[in-house]
């Protein structure tokens, strides 16, 4: 179940900024970052960074409303992560102890404002005596390995790694008065290559509709689940800092949609809910949402798995259709880590936030034009802050385990054809 190898390049250097950035917690620094005046520039001034700048530039760097969704949960994400042995201490001078020669670039145009960048040459290591790097500061050995554990990524070592034939294709927009890699539309696109995809049309995509009101968000995007309509939970995303995962939903959606459809075609898949309370918190245009009792189902054909969850404990009962066997019954409770997954048939993966000790994350909210919306990245990184903050020092190990338990749609899992 090895993962591919520029699959694996995409989201080491791709998604390097996420997982830095989420182990230091800085947030912007007060002057914005104008961006760069050629896409090509951007890249020189991304790989400059990793090579010699510091936390904050590189984050700077990116399209605003991305950085800005970093900068609202990094803080205090990087504390318990510090409390646990994962992260160093370190600050927004830190390095990234990165040595890295910077590759050629070559620049593929796909619109005025989005352009692809080829990279060719170039290497990458570890370079610890670059005070508060990876290697001395950001992430501790542990951290290191349990980044390596969770994702099936191998990180560099101290030795330069030629990297001519794994750099990923870096996209680069135009954002905030200059040019900027967009991780976002990077990882995407290396999505779309790896599907073999025509290009989108771009500048469009996916329209975001959003809720009336806070309080109907989360039963909004669970019940288009149940509907099968991709679409629809994607409108649910907000939409500037979405614009990447919109863009690139045009050409998902159909494949999505076709896999749920098939799923209930062939299989009689169903999602049901049969009713959810949700507890709204906040003033003003941000708020968060936090489910306090469901009741519903899911399964298919052949297995049903009934949920009710309520006073912070979710009772997982599965029925077997075919068969004498008698239906199982577990329950588990939010702030439980655990190193499996509920047994809950063929559809087991729906309930991988359980091994986090969570039936549902907390939602966070924000209003646009009058719409509310769920922000991706306040949402996931926010909730790991709240697992993460419940447990003691030695419990890091275990968090290491449930997070590899419920990562069942990473890079190993998008990759096996076992």
């Known amino acids: 179940m090895a993962v591919d190898r520029s699959r694996r390049a995409a989201l080491l250097i791709g998604g390097i900024v996420a997982f830095v950035v989420v182990l230091t917690g800085l947030a912007v620094a007060g002057t914005r970052h104008t961006g760069a005046a050629t896409p090509t520039e951007a890249v020189q001034d991304f790989f400059a960074t990793l090579d010699h700048g510091t936390v904050t530039d590189l984050l700077e760097q990116l399209p605003p409303a991305q950085a800005d969704a970093l900068a609202d949960t990094l803080p205090d994400l990087a504390t318990e992560l510090g409390r646990l042995g994962l992260v160093g201490a370190t600050d927004g001078d830190a390095t990234f102890g990165l040595d890295v020669t910077a590759p050629e670039v070559t620049i593929d145009a796909y619109d005025e404002w989005i352009v692809r960048a080829d990279l060719s040459g170039g290497t990458l290591a570890l370079d610890p005596a670059a005070g508060g790097g990876t290697g001395a500061g950001l992430l501790t050995p542990d951290g290191r390995a349990a980044l390596e554990q969770v994702t099936g990524l191998s990180l560099p070592g101290d030795e330069p790694e030629v990297l001519s034939d794994r750099w990923p294709q870096l996209m680069v927009v135009r954002d905030g008065g200059g040019w900027r890699v967009s991780p976002g539309h990077t990882v995407g696109e290396q999505w779309r290559l790896d599907e073999e995809l025509p290009e989108p049309t771009w500048g469009e995509g996916v329209i975001a509709v959003g809720s009336t ?5 989360v039963p909004d995007l669970l019940r288009a689940y149940g509907a099968g309509d991709s679409g629809r939970m994607v409108s649910m995303a907000e939409p500037e800092e979405s614009v990447a995962l919109q863009q690139f939903a045009t050409l ?108 549902f994350p907390t939602f966070s909210l924000a209003e646009h034009h009058g719409r509310w919306f769920i922000s991706p990245t306040r949402t996931a990184l926010g909730t790991l802050t709240e697992v993460a903050a419940g447990l003691e020092p030695d419990q890091a190990d275990e968090l290491v385990t449930a997070l590899d338990t419920a990562w069942v749609w990473g890079p190993e899992a998008a990759t096996d054809t076992g």
Not at 213 to 217: G, N
Not at 291 to 316: E, K
């Open 213 to 217: 009101t806070p309080d109907e968000v």
């Open 252 to 359: 998902a959606v159909p494949l999505w949609d076709g896999d749920l459809r098939r799923a209930m075609e062939e299989d009689g898949f169903f999602f049901r809910v049969d009713d959810i309370d949700v507890d709204v918190s906040g003033q003003g245009k941000r708020r968060t949402a936090t489910v306090t009792s469901f009741d519903g189902a899911f399964g298919d054909d052949q297995t049903t798995v009934d949920l009710r969850y309520a006073d912070g404990c979710v009772r997982i009962t599965t029925t077997e259709l075919v068969g004498d066997a008698e239906p199982t019954v577990e329950q588990r409770c939010d702030g439980e880590l655990h190193d499996d997954l509920p047994a809950a048939g063929p559809w087991s993966e729906l309930l991988a936030l359980t091994a986090l000790g969570r039936a």
